[in-house]
């Protein structure tokens, strides 16, 4: 039996997606942009958008599936253990942590002999109030961390797709926010020459940066097969668009 060649062996090789001024203009010219939103701003949009995604947005080598849902399990494990700790402390220890919350100045008795020597002169009950909040906090946050590792359990794969399930998730958001039309995967009819083929306006936008990854259009078809699945299962949508506005300066509204 032969061995696999290294060839066959190795990782696909995934690149920064970095398009040049040229084909950020052409890509912006092949969308039908909202009505408020001008051809310059939408360059500038893509531009800023490729550089989020290279600081923050997880272009670069992929992590195994495997991974991701042990990280994710383990964080979810913690909080779960935080809420059950909650649970079990005493009223008089809870009555001592929001003394502190709060931020309440103790006096000391020193006649007493009390462990309970160091008290404060008031409840605490804002300090309980706050402690709820954060508990509600951690426990709304480990819900959705569950459905989360439910999303990561359903998936599977090579390794290196995930790179690529990643950058449609990122495009998907931008191409509605370039369009405010809802990104769908099309494929041409019978009537058209190679019916089945993939076409639309969200594929050609996509076409460039797949290609900058990638260095080839193998796979996008699969990969946008997989997006679509994904999102009928209810991946959690990109969120990059949003901590871009929120990161760079250009796009941050002025304070008044």
């Known amino acids: 039996m032969k061995s696999p060649s290294k060839k066959a062996t190795k990782l696909a090789k995934v690149h920064p997606v970095r398009l040049t001024p040229f084909q950020i203009d052409k890509v912006a010219r092949g969308l039908e942009l909202k009505q ?15 550089e989020e995604r290279i600081k923050y947005g997880g272009s670069g080598s992929p992590r195994p599936y495997g991974d991701l849902r042990s990280e ?9 253990q935080a809420c059950q700790a909650y649970r079990r402390l005493s009223r008089t220890a809870l009555h001592e942590i929001a003394i502190d919350v709060e931020r309440l100045p103790r006096f000391s008795d020193k006649k007493s002999r009390s462990s309970l020597a160091i008290f404060a002169m008031t409840a605490p009950s804002k300090g309980f109030d706050e402690i709820e909040r954060l508990m509600s906090a951690v426990q709304a946050l480990a819900q959705t961390t569950a459905r989360t590792v439910t999303i990561y359990s359903t998936i599977g794969g090579r390794p290196w797709n995930i790179a690529n399930n990643l950058l449609l998730l990122h495009l998907a958001e931008l191409y509605e926010h370039l369009t405010g039309k809802r990104p769908v995967r099309k494929t041409k009819s019978y009537k058209d020459k190679m019916p089945g083929r993939p076409s639309g306006e969200f594929y050609d936008f996509v076409v460039p940066f797949w290609t900058a990854q990638n260095r080839t259009l193998r796979g996008l078809d699969g990969a946008l097969k997989t997006w679509t699945t994904l999102r009928k299962k209810g991946a959690s949508p990109s969120k990059l668009l949003q901590t871009m506005f929120q990161r760079v300066s250009r796009w941050q509204k002025p304070t008044s």
């Open 36 to 50: 408020e939103l001008s051809h310059d701003v939408a360059c500038t949009t893509i531009k800023d958008w490729q």
């Open 72 to 80: 994710i399990r383990k964080f979810q494990g913690s909080l779960l």
